[in-house]
């Protein structure tokens, strides 16, 4: 798929986001805009409440081999997926503002399995991969 417009990613410091290697490629994308969080940044970062409430959910349950486990954890992601209001809580929690920086004429950017351009920014939302 070809996105069209400029493309901001927010990326943590793993090593081969940070490598030589990876700011070369950057570097040599105009169209690509790379923020790294700060080190140690989870509070910005709304992957951690979500890792943090399924671990939460899997206290204190026991399962006998590793395929039950991740039948279980698969299960729960699954039903984190059609909680949208829970889902939204973990981006709200990193009290980063989320909205484009300009108006938007296709309108209001929705969270769908879509690709919604407007010709200065390209928005991808999809639902969550599992």
């Known amino acids: 798929m070809q996105l069209g417009g400029p493309i901001v990613v927010v990326w943590d410091n793993l090593n081969t986001h940070v490598s030589a ?8 994308r105009d169209w690509l805009t ?3 969080l700060a080190p140690y940044a989870h509070e910005l970062n709304p992957v951690e409440p979500t890792w943090s409430d399924l671990k939460r959910s899997l206290v204190n349950l026991a399962k006998r081999n590793l395929a ?7 299960t729960r992601i699954k039903r984190m997926q059609y909680r949208s209001g829970l889902l939204d809580g973990f ?8 909205t484009p920086s300009h108006r938007c ?5 929705q969270r769908a399995e879509t690709t919604i351009s407007c010709g200065v920014c390209t928005t991808v939302t999809t639902a969550w991969p599992w």
């Open 68 to 74: 039950e486990l991740a039948a279980l954890v698969k």
């Open 21 to 28: 290697v990876m700011a070369g490629l950057i570097a040599a």
């Open 34 to 36: 790379v923020y790294q």
């Open 91 to 98: 981006f709200a929690s990193t009290r980063m503002d989320l």
């Open 105 to 109: 004429g296709a309108g209001a950017h």
